[in-house]
């Protein structure tokens, strides 16, 4: 099968793989599209994410269709069309013709949208929803939310609303990103531009000059000491990215603050399947009812080298303008 490889040198290639195989309780999928998330990017650039890449094989989510069963496989079949996330669970990553996953990680397609936008889902949509759902929000919180129009936010934000929690402040980089955060029924006056304003100053005077209950940061950095600074005595930080700084990290002790790590890697070195399954189950069923809008996307190209470094150069740079980046692979 074509692949992108990554070699030692950091360099992204087409090249050629044996076809994987699935053993007992795996499925093979004919991959349609493969979206890009930041990890993408990071895994080739920071250590710590680079010590789980376990393919040279990049790419954590993808849409497709099932085209071989191993043994005890149950509840699949060879057509299904489905999507799912994989990261260290699959026989490679996503950037390839095929991959063999555990059957228990796989759900169907919703019906009512694109195979490029299924593969837009899985992983920052699960993400999204382990942060709504350990956050611990009420109607009265203040949220305040950094990169709210990567794909995270994004589906953060849909969330929020959907569950009619609507008391929060986002920060965006660009006329693009902002412009995508109105379209989902953010309010102008719910949003910051990052670049052109004191945030700490501007969200609090936008909170009403209070401090906020809940900070989810999806960006890191410098943005993790703006989102402690802006929060309350003992308040909730959620760290998305862990690219926390010493800044940060002694501005969310003094404050007291408790800190939620945002990470689905737990559930996949413990092989907790049923995690991702019911996760995207539940984003399935919302988009099927029309509840929960899948997000935009913009496919950038196919299977080749220059597609991945043009959405890895994308990402690094906050130049998506709101849309989530897939690419197709067929």
Request: charge should be negative.
């Amino acid at each position: 099968m074509k692949a992108i490889l990554l070699n030692q040198n950091n360099i992204l290639t087409l090249g050629d793989l044996d076809t994987p195989e699935p053993a007992a309780g795996q499925v093979r999928i004919k991959i349609i599209a493969a979206g890009f998330n930041p990890i993408d990017y990071q895994m080739r650039e920071n250590e710590f994410e680079r010590r789980h890449l376990h393919s040279p094989v990049l790419g954590r989510e993808l849409s497709g269709i099932v085209d071989s069963l191993g043994p005890d496989v149950h509840q699949l079949h060879i057509g299904d069309e489905v999507f799912c996330t994989a990261g260290n669970m699959g026989s490679n990553g996503t950037y390839a013709e095929y991959i063999v996953v555990p059957e228990g990680i796989v759900v169907l397609k919703p019906k009512n949208i694109s195979f490029e936008q299924a593969a837009g889902i899985p992983s920052a949509g699960i993400t999204a929803l382990q942060c709504f759902n350990r956050m611990g929000v009420n109607p009265d919180a203040r949220i305040f939310i950094t990169g709210a129009a990567g794909g995270v936010g994004n589906l953060l934000i849909r969330l929020l609303k959907v569950h009619h929690y609507d008391r929060f402040v986002v920060t965006a980089g660009s006329d693009d990103s902002i412009q995508s955060l109105k379209d989902i029924g953010v309010d102008d006056s719910q949003i910051l531009n990052y670049k052109k304003e004191d945030i700490v100053q501007a969200a609090v005077a936008k909170n009403d000059g209070q401090h906020f209950d809940i900070a989810v940061d999806c960006v890191g950095n410098n943005l993790a000491e703006v989102s402690g600074a802006v929060l309350k005595k003992n308040g909730v930080y959620m760290d998305v990215t862990n690219f926390h700084t010493s800044g940060s990290r002694e501005i969310l002790f003094n404050k007291g603050a408790t800190v939620h790590h945002i990470s689905n890697f737990i559930y996949a070195a413990e092989k907790d399947y049923s995690y991702f399954r019911n996760s995207l189950e539940y984003l399935k069923k919302m988009i099927e009812d029309e509840t929960l809008m899948a997000p935009v996307v913009n496919n950038i190209g196919s299977l080749n080298a220059e597609t991945v470094e043009r959405a890895h150069y994308s990402l690094k740079n906050n130049l998506t303008r709101g849309k989530k980046l897939v690419m197709s692979i067929i």
